[in-house]
């Protein structure tokens, strides 16, 4: 699967840092344990995808319990950030 880019001033294209599946899944993790409204909640898993943005999702939450609305959003945040940043290295 070809490596995204990041585009600088649509003139350049930069390829972004990779990084292993468990490597961006502690990062999602570490984004979750910095809020309490994910208290107990991991990263379930990440996946390759095609997509322009990144060549990698995760969508799945672990919790002891139903996973908030508020730590859904916080985990949306941070995965589409990390996104923007890393791909996955294959």
Not at 66 to 89: E, G, P, T, W
Request: net charge negative.
């Amino acid at each position: 699967m070809p490596q995204s880019c990041a585009c600088l001033f649509f003139t350049a294209c930069v390829a972004k840092p990779l990084r292993t599946d468990a490597e961006l899944i502690a990062l999602l993790n570490a984004a979750l344990q910095r809020t309490d409204v994910c208290d107990g909640v991991t990263v379930a898993a990440i996946h390759q995808v095609e997509d322009k943005t990144a060549n990698w999702d995760a969508d799945a939450l672990h919790g002891s319990s139903a996973v908030s609305r508020d730590c859904q959003r916080v985990f949306i945040a941070a995965k589409n950030d990390l996104r923007k940043i890393y791909d996955l290295r294959a």
